[in-house]
């Protein structure tokens, strides 16, 4: 998903460089009306890799300071690599695919582990559908299209760009509608869990790989619900003193009679 957004991207910057080199070259063999439509196109297609940029950073922002700083493994991950998040937001194109990254939990690493819950996971990747979809997918797919029509010809820089434009338009909404219907039938708990102990933290690599074995312990003999239902993250060193904190997200809670508030 990441690489896959980061070349939607760098072929829009490829079709910009394009129409800008055919522009320099139609000063001086084309009539004014073409090179004004080439100046247009070359504007326009600027303007449609800033903007999104743009505002995937403010909705970076705002996601950031009103809802994942009170997350805590969240939050001191920010503490930490805020600048590097908004670096990596430019240079993949978006904020999406850098929060992608940074918690995909790649390499088992706590460097892209950023932590956040899935339910704010929904939320904030539901706002994608402004910042590239409208501002930047669509307007380009119809520039690449005005300009395939000015040249009179089908180049494979353009074709890479429609290409990219309409798989991200199309996965983009597919997977949208998806978790929109999720985030409206979603409701959950969260639980923290405290574990202090002489040698907890020298052992913490082992007592990481029993994270699953836990999780399936908590689902079946506990909750007696779905293990897709429960999200446990990865144990948060510093949250307290010689010791580690666990952080689950029980999801359709509702739906379970034993975590049904009302049927007690």
């Known amino acids: ?31 004014q009306q073409q090179q004004l439509q080439f100046f247009i196109i070359f504007i326009a ?34 503490s930490s690599y805020n600048r590097l998040l908004y670096i990596c937001s430019i240079f993949t194109g978006s904020s999406f695919a850098a929060i992608n990254l940074f918690n995909s939990n790649l390499f088992g690493s706590d460097f892209f582990y950023m932590g956040i819950p899935q339910h704010l996971m929904i939320g904030f990747t539901a706002k994608k559908v402004y910042s590239v979809i409208l501002l930047e997918n669509v307007p380009q797919l119809l520039l690449s299209v005005w300009y395939t029509a000015l040249i009179g010809r089908f180049q494979s820089v353009v074709a890479a760009q429609m290409t990219f434009s309409v798989l991200s338009i199309i996965v ?3 997977s949208l509608v998806f978790q929109r ?27 990481s790989n029993e994270i699953g074995k836990f999780r399936k312990y908590l689902c079946r003999s506990i909750l007696a619900i779905n293990e897709n239902s429960v999200e446990i993250q990865k144990p948060f060193y510093g949250g307290i003193r010689d010791g580690v904190q666990l952080f689950i997200f029980v999801s359709h809670i509702y739906s379970n009679p034993i975590m049904d508030p009302a049927q007690h």
Request: proline fraction near 1%; charge should be neutral; glycine fraction near 2%.
């Open 181 to 207: 219907q999720l985030y409206k039938t979603l409701d959950y708990v969260n639980i923290v869990i405290n574990v202090r102990g002489t040698h907890v933290l020298d052992e913490m690599e082992l007592h």
């Open 1 to 31: 998903n990441v690489y896959f957004q980061t070349l939607d991207v760098y072929t829009d910057i490829l079709f910009c460089l394009t129409v800008g080199s055919v522009y320099y070259a139609a000063r001086s063999s084309s009539s």
């Open 45 to 78: 297609s600027i303007v449609c890799i800033a903007a999104p940029i743009a505002l995937s950073l403010f909705q970076l922002y705002n996601a950031s300071s009103k809802h994942w700083l009170y997350q805590t493994r969240t939050r001191a991950w920010l």
């Open 172 to 174: 983009t909404v597919i």
